[in-house]
Each structure stands twice: as structure tokens, then as C-alpha cells.
């Protein structure tokens, strides 16, 4: 997708993207054979369920249907919410990262594994898990240390098991 195309994509779907309270995160055009795929990725502080997911979709397509900002060629509109695993790369998302386990890759080099527990303006509170039954420490990362983060999964948490319990 051109520049151009990406920008112009973006000028037109994003006010209608936040009049339904959500962020515009990612727009991308892919070829899968003959046609195309337009796909969406929106987010909020609150999450995106089902509902407005489709309630976008449908005054996206709307939209695009008004326009040819996709051309004359026949395309699909796929429009969801960032991965599981996503990159951190807006201040935003290190906000709605808080109480996630994240992977850093550090300016110095090497990388860390730790748990954001709050962002601010200049950087992120972190929790660095202990390892081999020694306590978990604190840590202030700056987002200038920050060369790259990423989300991490998790299946057991132990917090979410004492919360579950009480």
C-alpha cells in the first residue's frame, strides 16, 4: 500500500473510528490473489468488544462504499483488535499494558521481562519477577531505555488465582 493510499485510508476512517470511542491503531491493504484485503485494527482504554467491532465495521464500510478510496477493484474489510502479543509502541498502549507482563528490548542491549504496574509521561514502574524463589524487585524504565516491547502471554498467573479464590 502507498504511503499516499495509508494516509488518505487514514484521514477517512479515523474520525469515524473515534466517534465510536475507539483508537485507530493499524491499516493495512494486503493482495491475496486477485483481490484485497483491507484490514482495520482498532482498541480503547476499555477494550473492543464484539458489538463495537461490528458496529465500526459497518459505518467503515459504509464510508468506503461513499468513496473510492479502495479503487474499483473488489476488496474484503476485516476489521479487529491487536493480538494478544502485540507491540507496545504508543504511550497508550503501555497504559493499557499496566499489570501485563511485557518483553523489553533495552537501548543498552540485552532485554527484560517484568510487569508494568503504572506508565506515566516519562516512562513505566515495573515488577521484575524473582527468580529462583528469590522476591520480585522494582524497577523505573524510561522510554528512552525502550528499543522494543511486547505483550507476553500468560496462562497461570499467580495473582489471578488468589483473586479468583477470595
Known amino acids: 500500500m502507498s ?23 493499524e491499516i493495512a491493504v494486503d493482495a491475496v490473489g486477485r483481490k484485497r484485503v483491507l ?11 464484539l458489538d463495537r467491532i461490528a ?10 462504499d461513499e468513496t473510492d478510496a479502495m479503487g474499483s477493484a473488489e476488496y474484503t474489510l476485516e476489521v ?11 504511550h497508550r ?9 511485557v518483553r ?6 540485552g532485554e527484560l521481562v517484568a510487569r508494568i504496574l503504572e506508565a ?9 519477577p524473582g527468580v529462583k524463589g528469590r522476591k520480585a524487585t522494582t524497577r523505573r524504565l524510561a522510554f528512552d531505555d525502550i528499543t522494543r516491547a511486547r505483550v507476553q502471554v500468560e496462562f497461570n498467573r499467580k495473582d489471578n488465582e488468589k483473586e479468583e479464590e477470595a
Open 93 to 101: 498502549h503501555y497504559v493499557r499494558a499496566t499489570g501485563r507482563l
Open 120 to 128: 506515566d509521561d516519562e516512562g513505566l514502574d515495573l515488577e521484575v
Open 55 to 64: 458496529d465500526v465495521s459497518r459505518a467503515l464500510s459504509a464510508k468506503l
Open 3 to 25: 504511503t499516499t493510499q495509508s494516509e488518505r485510508l487514514r484521514e477517512l476512517l479515523e474520525p469515524l473510528v473515534s466517534s465510536q470511542g475507539l483508537d485507530l491503531e
Open 80 to 90: 479487529g483488535t491487536p493480538g494478544a502479543e502485540r507491540p507496545l509502541t504508543e
Open 104 to 109: 523489553f528490548q533495552l537501548a543498552e542491549g
Open 39 to 49: 484490514r482495520v485494527v482498532v482498541d480503547s482504554d476499555t477494550g473492543a468488544d
